[in-house]
């Protein structure tokens, strides 16, 4: 199946710094990247919709100034965590559709943020 | 909007025995249905999806689902669960162009 590949894994910033964390689809063009948001032992929440070379939608409650979303390629979208606090501190995964199932919604492995 | 409810937060099971993980859904029209496994601190691995077609849907580690219209249901089953089963599972729906999910369903396996 198609890969979609998150970096980092893991992250610890200091609180006030801003941290970018980085999905890329390894062997498909990804014309739509999603980006969700996970606290421990609940779902999966979606934070953002972003098609390549456009502005990213966000969901509501979601604060677009400070989760800075850039889809600049087919492959690579990233999320940057602006002016970090220790609530911002959680699971963050990506996901991407496109390649031959269109349908289909493959997701990275996520990266843990921890902000101190 | 679409929706997908997964009534049961957690679920034991024995090594061995069969399981099956309830997945309700909210749509007028035919929806395009997913189930997630995610391990812990892991990323989401797609096991199975109904788009159309027939209702008994295979994936992969020996699950599947049967999509029920009449009962607005995407149950998960599997005939003989083993421990590398115990993980968290989540139902899925497509809703205009996006992925909503469930709130999952904790599985957890004795020996």
Known sequence: GA???QHPSWVICKSGTSVKIECRSLDFQATTMFWYRQF????LMLMA????????????GVEKDKFLINHASLTLSTLTVTSA???DSSFYICSARGGIDWNTIY???GSWLTVV | ??????PDIHITVSEGASLELRCNYSYGATPYLFWYVQSPGQGLQLLLKYFSGDTLVQGIK?????????QSSFNLRKPSVHWSDAAEYFCA???????IFGTGTRLQVFP
């Open chain 2, 62 to 70: 020996g699950f599947e689902a049967e999509f029920k219209r009449s």
């Open chain 1, 49 to 60: 919709t972003s098609n390549e070379g456009s502005k990213a939608t966000y969901e509501q």
């Open chain 2, 93 to 99: 729906v497509v809703n205009t162009d996006k992925l």
């Open chain 1, 107 to 109: 997701f990275g492995e």
């Open chain 1, 85 to 87: 606090h220790p609530e």
């Open chain 1, 3 to 5: 890969v979609v590949s």
């Open chain 1, 40 to 43: 421990p032992k609940q779902s």
């Open chain 2, 1 to 6: 909007a679409q929706s997908v409810t997964q």
